[in-house]
């Protein structure tokens, strides 16, 4: 089965490619534009490991691009397409709105445009957790109205209403995934956890605590995201041709607990500055997965100590402490 993963140089296109190359018969196809929004050098280490199978290709290619995509899918005869290339960052959202549309909106439409002129017919693609918005129920569900509260969620939103209609005109299957805080190995430098150890190994100074540790994330380990999304590719019942679902552990935990598991793991404990609730986030997020697990049998996700573990020991090794 050959595949294409944009954004495969991110935190989760790279993580899931690697993954997905482990097993037989499947073959990956990488683009990414490699953008400086964090570290490019993150993001070519990442791609130097994908590099050492076989069974990936990759290609520096910008999805804003709708000529240069659809050539360069000309006659790779692939047959699903896992678009995860986006501006992510819902603070940046406020700063660089334009680059939310651009790589989320038009880069999306030039992603269906160019699966449809190549006869592939199945996209999965990155949703958010942001599309809810401040919401006053627990835990979130896929059927409830969503109302995201900036232009980053916005994208995210318009991703799916773009899903529904093309589905239909163009006779395409779409699965949307509303990730919850992924966590985890070759995490990204701009996320609180990566953020958090990084000041406590005095690679960046200040560590600045929003609304004073208030929020409380659903955080979701990277290993279950890319088993869940395995088990979606190979899903054998006859599936719609739009579907959503919230990939969380629905396990919410208090950013000021997060901080004191770390702590007792790293023996450290940065300088935190706190300060009140910034005007990008929400308070909480706690989805519910019953949909996805219903799709695809219960699983037991990984638990926050073991995944954070992970985490520090991946984090230790590739900035040599
Ligand atoms: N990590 C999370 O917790 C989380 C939560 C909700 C949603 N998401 C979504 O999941 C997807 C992957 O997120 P991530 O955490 O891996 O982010 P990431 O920023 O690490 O990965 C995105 C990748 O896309 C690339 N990219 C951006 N614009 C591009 C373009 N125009 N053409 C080609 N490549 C482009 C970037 O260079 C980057 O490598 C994104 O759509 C994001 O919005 C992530």
Redesign the pocket.
């Known amino acids: 089965m050959k595949i294409l993963i944009?954004?495969?140089?991110?935190?989760?296109?790279?993580n899931l490619s690697k993954y997905l190359l482990g097993f037989k018969k499947i073959k990956i196809f990488g683009?990414?534009?490699?953008?400086n929004?964090?570290s490019k050098s993150l993001?070519l280490s990442r791609i130097k490991e994908l590099k050492k199978f076989k069974n990936f290709n990759f290609k520096k290619?910008?999805?804003?691009n709708r000529q240069a995509l659809d050539k360069y899918l000309k006659k790779k005869k692939i047959s699903l397409i896992i678009?995860?290339?986006?501006?992510?960052?819902v603070r940046y959202s406020f700063i660089k709105p334009s680059e939310f549309v651009?790589?989320?909106i038009l880069?999306f439409y030039n992603v269906v445009k160019a699966a449809k002129n190549n006869s592939i017919n199945k996209i999965i693609y990155?949703?958010?957790?942001?599309v809810y918005g401040d919401s006053l129920f627990f835990p979130l569900k896929e059927t409830q109205i969503i109302n995201p509260k900036n232009i980053?969620g916005l994208s995210?939103k318009i991703n799916e209403e773009m899903a529904e209609v093309f589905s239909k005109q163009f006779e395409m299957t779409f699965i949307g995934l509303?990730?919850?805080?992924?966590?985890g190995e070759w995490g990204?430098p701009d996320?609180f956890m990566m953020k958090y150890l990084n000041s406590t190994y005095n690679l960046s100074k200040k560590f600045y605590l929003n609304n004073f540790g208030k929020h409380t994330r659903d955080f979701?380990y990277i290993r279950d995201v890319c088993q869940i999304i395995k088990k979606i590719i190979f899903l054998k019942d006859k599936q719609s041709q739009n579907e959503i679902f919230n990939i969380c552990s629905n396990r919410p935990i208090n950013l000021l607990k997060i901080i004191k598991q770390i702590n007792k793991l790293t023996c450290k404990s940065p300088t935190t500055y706190k300060r009140p609730l910034q005007k990008a986030d929400v308070i909480k997020t706690h989805g519910s997965n019953k949909k996805i697990l219903d799709k695809i049998g219960k699983r037991r996700f990984t638990s926050i100590k073991d995944g954070l573990m992970n985490t520090l020991i991946w984090f230790k090794k590739y900035y040599n402490f």
């Open positions: 944009t954004g495969a140089a991110g935190f989760i296109g790279f683009i990414d534009n490699l953008n929004y964090y993001k290619i910008d999805i804003t678009n995860l290339a986006a501006q992510a960052g651009d790589n989320n880069g990155a949703s958010s957790s942001s980053y995210k509303r990730f919850f805080t992924v966590y990204r996320m979701t």
